[in-house]
């Protein structure tokens, strides 16, 4: 069931960065509910207790609008992990990546994007979103690895992540179950025995 954003009563107006995250919260929240076509500034401004003259001062377009509000909840990821073990390295990623679709806010996100999958201009947005913010997060942790000589010549990089987040998607929204710390590690391992360099024992 769908979290219907609620009416603020009338307030004062928020300011700078308070105002910015709650109309991108509320945008994000009110596009998992109506999808891109029927989302409405005047309404995400109403919903978030804001002037909708301030908001299109701001966000001129719903296109702008909607681009931000998936860049701001898809900021975890900008943010990689960095323990000095690519294995280390994946299981923190794992935990964002859980604890980023388990939250309310990374729910909307995904609901958005499944619902909407067709939705060119959306796809683009999302696209756009997180290859300005992905590629400089997870990408890196492999990046790092492969410097290491962690990872074997030709592992394919997306596909490691994409493994790893997408078991974590199934076990979310396909099983509904939780994601353990166990879990994560178990995921990680298997991954990483198709991803790792094979370590030889040195004999002297």
Request: hydrophobic residues 45%; glycine residues 8%.
């Amino acid at each position: 069931m769908v979290t219907r954003v609620r009416r603020k009563p009338a307030a004062p107006q928020t300011r700078g960065e308070a105002f910015v995250q709650v109309v991108l919260e509320v945008t994000v929240a009110r596009l998992a509910e109506v999808g891109f076509e029927r989302l409405s500034i005047p309404e995400v401004a109403s919903l978030a207790g804001a002037n909708k003259t301030s908001v299109y001062r701001r966000w001129p377009s719903k296109t702008e609008l909607v681009r931000d509000a998936l860049r701001a909840a898809m900021s975890h990821a900008d943010q990689p992990p960095d323990t000095g073990a690519l294995r280390g390295d994946l299981i923190g990623l794992a935990h964002s990546v859980a604890t980023f679709m388990q939250a309310a806010q990374g729910t909307a996100v995904m609901r958005i994007l499944m619902a909407q999958a067709g939705h060119p201009q959306l796809r683009q947005l999302a696209i756009e979103a997180y290859g300005e913010i992905g590629r400089h997060g997870p990408w890196v942790v492999l990046a790092r690895a492969a410097k290491r000589g962690e990872l074997r010549a030709g592992a394919d990089h997306a596909l490691v992540l994409f493994t790893v987040a997408g078991a974590i998607l199934h076990r979310v929204f396909v099983e509904q179950g939780s994601v353990t710390p166990d879990f994560i590690e178990q995921l990680v391992d298997l991954v990483l025995k198709g991803a790792a360099v094979e370590l030889k024992s040195s004999k002297r």
